[in-house]
C-alpha cells in the first residue's frame, strides 16, 4: 500500500506498507506487516511500526479479525502499540 496524503498544516505524508500472509487452516489465516508514514505535520516526526494479526472464520459469513503491533522509531511521540479485534460479516 502507498498513500500520499495532505497533512493537518499542509504538509503532505507518504505512508508505505508491506504485508505477508499465510493459511494455516481453511479458518485461520496469519500475517505480519511492516510500515511507515512519515510527519503529517511541519515539526512532527515520522513513525514505523510491525503489526502481526489474523482472521479466524467462525461461521460461513462471519469471520473475528485481529491485530497487535508495536512501534519502531519515534514509540514515545508516535504509536508505543496499537490493536484491534472486530467481527467481518459477509453476505
Known sequence: ???????????????????????????????????TLTATTVGGQSTRGFNVGGSYMLTEGYSLLFSLGQGLINVSSTDQSSFYLALQVTY
Open 1 to 35: 500500500m502507498l498513500r500520499v496524503d495532505g497533512g493537518v498544516f499542509g504538509q503532505n505524508a507518504w505512508q508505505l506498507g508491506a504485508v505477508a500472509l499465510y493459511q494455516f487452516t481453511p479458518k485461520l489465516q496469519l500475517g505480519g506487516e511492516l510500515m
